[in-house]
């Protein structure tokens, strides 16, 4: 992890330092650092609202932008999506420098305003799913299989940032000789094609060993993940439970298991 975000978790750790503010989810050198924050900001008539605000800085952050995940008791799904859209807008200006307490200080002093915009989703529900069990109108799920990959660590890099500009969560995994890559979002964002193998001289080219073996609306019993995460597995019931998990035993048995056999 870079010094500059060390120090900058570390600030915002004795920022949010009250009970429950502030809490580390996930730290790794391969997949970055995921943490939530709990906060408020104020919205009509003076009112607070919480907000739970979950970020994911992937390893070459503050280079490319943090995953943001928005949640609260109080604001619509549509808004939840609206307050996410503004928050990684605000981002891009911010790039290339740690933005997280810049960002949080912008929802803050701007949600007010961002809620007075019309609602562009269609739902009225609120925006209070579980990490285990979301269910969203404009949400999709997509299982690919990479035939091949040259380049790992060029790749990886590709794919991330592919993930990253699309607004992808999910994961890249490995086990063995296979190599998946799961994938939540916009259906737009998950049908567009990208460059994401390196051939031998480090030049992108389209990948045309790339497979897609299953897509669909997220579904309630579906895992809703809040980054994009690459992953190696030393077995197969690794990678069982991590399919299981996700909700997802159903397409494991009849897609995944098809490759080892």
């Not at 109080?74 to 996410?84: I, N, S």
Request: negative net charge; contains cysteine; proline residues 3%.
């Amino acid at each position: 992890m870079a010094e500059p975000v060390q120090e900058e978790l570390s600030v915002l750790a004795a920022i949010f330092c009250r009970p429950h503010e502030w809490e580390v989810l996930s730290r790794s050198e391969t997949d970055g650092t995921v943490f939530r924050i709990h906060t408020k900001a104020e919205g009509f008539m003076d009112v607070d609202i919480p907000l739970e605000l979950v970020f994911h800085l992937p390893v070459n952050y503050p280079s490319c932008l943090p995953g943001i995940s928005i949640n609260s008791e109080q604001l619509t799904r549509a808004q939840c999506v609206t307050v996410k859209e503004n928050l990684l807008e605000q981002a891009e200006s911010l790039l290339s420098e740690p933005m997280v307490h810049e960002l949080v200080l912008w929802i803050q002093q701007n949600l007010r305003h961002i809620l007075s915009q019309p609602e562009t989703g269609s739902g009225s529900e609120k925006c209070t799913f579980s990490t285990s069990t979301t269910m969203d109108d404009g949400l999709w799920i997509t299982l690919l299989h990479l035939d091949h990959m040259r380049a790992k660590t060029k790749y990886v890099k590709i794919v991330e940032k592919w993930a990253s500009d699309l607004r992808l969560t999910g994961r890249l995994m490995f086990m063995g000789k296979i190599i998946l890559i799961l994938l939540q979002g916009d259906r737009n964002n998950l049908k567009k094609t990208s460059k994401v193998d390196v051939d031998s001289s480090g030049k992108k080219c389209k990948e045309k060993m790339i497979s897609v073996l299953f897509e669909t609306k997220v579904q309630t019993e579906h895992k809703r993940f809040l980054a994009f995460e690459v992953k190696e597995y030393s077995a197969l019931d690794e990678l069982q439970k991590e399919f299981e998990t996700a909700g997802l035993k159903k397409l494991f048995s009849e897609f995944v298991l098809a490759l080892v056999k």
